[in-house]
């Protein structure tokens, strides 16, 4: 079996920075070892990154992907300060994309796509990625990008029920007491954080029952809540987006 971590020599300095819908996330790695992460808002992105700078001067080289919208002012700054990768679809990834429509797959998603191919060779892989929305992303244990599925996020679920109701409160994640809930509010959480939970699970369960030995990688803001609660044998790394643009970065280079 192939190990590609165990074949990665590079000890520099690498600025990693994630540009979601909701906030900014950036970590400092030095080699596959992640020094320091960071979460700022997108009005501060700028002075954010210049401060990692400042403490991690080494970090001469930057790669960055971009799910919500694109900075260019950050894009100028870290292209003028380091040698930047801005992940799109023309980079080279270590699968084969087998998406129906490759130029409307998601940069956050074949990022991730990327890091499990590398981190986990030889086994299929399913990434569940807990954010704003909730996506799904599958690779075969022959490196080929099949596809997935994305749906509402935790928050979106609570924020759409108050949206599109007279009555229902705006709700924030809960851990329900139980699966019955004896209130309004409690239904509702019931019927998010459940619901959810019940989605996830079932889709682990269809993939496993089609592919043998799948390795499920649950991340994003999330995944702590989530994988408190999931039965099945996951992999919980909230890091893991990070992550996977730092491997993808050593695969690249």
């Not at 022959?142 to 599925?149: F, H, K, R, S």
């Not at 924020?159 to 009555?167: D, E, I, L, P, S």
């Not at 989605?199 to 089609?210: K, L």
């Amino acid at each position: 079996m192939y190990c590609y971590l165990c074949s990665i020599k590079n000890n520099e300095m690498l600025l990693a920075v994630d540009i979601g819908n909701t906030k900014i996330k950036a970590a400092v790695f030095e080699g596959t070892v992640l020094l320091e992460k960071f979460i700022f808002s997108h009005e501060d992105a700028l002075n954010g990154v210049e401060i990692i700078l400042k403490k991690f001067p080494e970090a001469t080289q930057s790669i960055m992907s971009v799910v919500g919208k694109e900075d260019n002012n950050l894009l100028l700054w870290l292209q003028g300060n380091t040698k930047l990768i801005a992940v799109n679809h023309t980079l080279q990834f270590p699968f084969i994309n087998k998406y129906a429509t490759p130029a409307t797959l998601g940069i956050d998603r074949m990022v991730l796509a990327a890091g499990a191919v590398l981190q986990y060779p030889d086994s299929p892989r399913l990434v569940i990625d807990a954010g704003t929305c909730v996506t799904y992303d599958f690779t075969d244990a022959e490196n080929q990008y099949l596809g997935g599925a994305i749906s509402p996020g935790l928050q979106l679920r609570y924020n759409a029920m108050h949206n599109f109701t007279a009555k229902l409160p705006l709700l924030y994640p809960e851990m329900p007491q139980s699966y019955i809930g004896n209130s309004t509010k409690a239904s509702m959480h019931s019927g998010v954080v459940n619901g959810l939970l019940h989605e996830v699970e079932g889709f682990i369960a269809q993939y496993n029952q089609e592919y043998q030995d799948v390795t499920v990688i649950l991340t994003g803001g999330d995944a702590e809540f989530l994988a408190k609660r999931l039965k099945n044998t996951i992999f919980a790394n909230s890091n893991f987006l990070l992550e996977s643009l730092n491997l993808l970065y050593l695969y690249t280079n």
